[in-house]
């Protein structure tokens, strides 16, 4: 008797691990709502099944959260919470600079910590030593994803919208480049601006870039 009830449960439990695998976007979507009870919304021709991974994964409940993000960025989409409880919507990578991303604030030092997924949010950074966070923008650019963005604005604020995975790597490199620049450093840096600059005068089309950027990273 006891062969059999332990024949049944292990019979049971692996059809709960069958149901509990996906292959492709939508079916890790659905899977992913199923066991946390948030609902995604996304236009339906926005996602094929032929969005496929190379194998099936095992979603659980505890990994549900990180699994979907991971599975969204290789395919370069981007789930966002709305205004509605535990409903999110699903847009292409393409579109996130239109998109109201979730916003966390830290400085050096002070960084709370962050969801274990590769979301992308808005992370809001406080310069605190006094340092170039104009340099320290250019110098973050190579390591943005795709479809990442930073800005540098007055008041000693970095601005970066980025997948969490990224964030998390660019929060460890201004734990150390965050500091007061010795006269020497701001000396480069002024003529190294100086020099772009001039390299822009002397070419309108990079020029016009350059105020095209600007406009765009004003914008909202």
């Keep these: 008797m006891k062969f059999i009830l332990l024949a049944i449960i292990t019979a049971l439990s692996l059809n709960v691990m069958a149901a509990d695998k996906c292959e492709n976007v939508p079916e890790c979507i659905e899977l992913n709502s199923k066991l946390t009870g948030v609902k995604y919304l996304y236009p339906k021709d926005l996602i094929s099944k032929k969005s496929e991974l190379n194998k099936e994964v095992e979603m659980t409940k505890e990994n549900a959260e990180s699994l979907l993000s991971e599975v969204l960025f290789q395919f370069e989409f981007a789930r966002i919470p709305t205004q509605v409880e535990n409903t999110w919507k699903i847009i292409a990578a393409r579109d996130?600079?239109?998109?109201?991303?979730?916003?966390?604030?830290?400085?050096?030092g002070k960084i709370a910590e962050l969801p274990k997924t590769v979301d992308y949010v808005s992370f809001m950074y406080q310069g605190v030593t006094g340092g170039d966070v104009g340099s320290l923008a250019r110098n973050l650019r190579p390591f943005l994803s795709r479809y990442g963005r930073v800005i540098d604005t007055k008041g000693q604020l970095l601005t970066?919208?980025?997948?969490?995975?990224n964030i998390r790597h660019i929060l460890r490199f201004l734990e150390t480049e965050d500091r007061v620049l010795s006269k020497q450093e701001l000396v480069n840096n002024k003529k190294?601006?100086?020099?772009?600059?001039?390299?822009?005068?002397?070419?309108?089309?990079?020029?016009?870039?350059?105020?095209?950027?600007?406009?765009?990273?004003?914008?909202p």
């Design 96 to 108: 996130l600079r239109y998109a109201e991303l979730p916003v966390y604030k830290g400085s050096k």
């Design 160 to 165: 970066i919208n980025d997948s969490l995975g």
């Design 192 to 219: 190294l601006f100086e020099l772009e600059h001039k390299k822009a005068m002397g070419n309108p089309p990079i020029l016009h870039k350059i105020e095209e950027r600007k406009t765009k990273e004003r914008q």
